[in-house]
């Protein structure tokens, strides 16, 4: 499937950490005219609150359940 075919809010986690990865380099290598680097940061900040939406999901689900001494169900947060 192409970039093209795929939103940035459709990308997994992993999509989108590869594609924000890829302007990443392609900015410090700064042969980019402008235009087309300020359009490559402002995916890349897209990007970055998509990648920080999806780890925070993740860590609210990431929740450890204990059965504490008395039959109660307890739940912690997962060290991450």
């Known amino acids: 499937m192409s970039k093209s075919s795929k939103t ?9 950490l590869k594609r924000l990865e890829e302007i990443v380099d392609t900015l410090e290598a700064g042969n980019t ?4 680097s300020i359009k490559l940061y402002e995916e ?11 780890l925070n999901e993740a860590k609210l689900k ?5 059965r504490a001494a ?3 169900i307890e739940e912690n947060d997962l060290e991450l």
Do not use: H, R, V, Y
């Not at 005219?33 to 087309?36: A, G, K, W």
């Not at 890349?44 to 999806?54: D, F």
């Open 70 to 72: 008395g039959g109660a």
């Open 62 to 66: 990431l929740k450890k359940i204990q």
């Open 44 to 54: 890349g900040m897209t990007l970055a609150k998509s990648c920080m939406m999806q």
């Open 33 to 36: 005219p402008l235009d087309e």
């Open 8 to 16: 940035k809010e459709n990308l997994g986690f992993e999509e989108s």
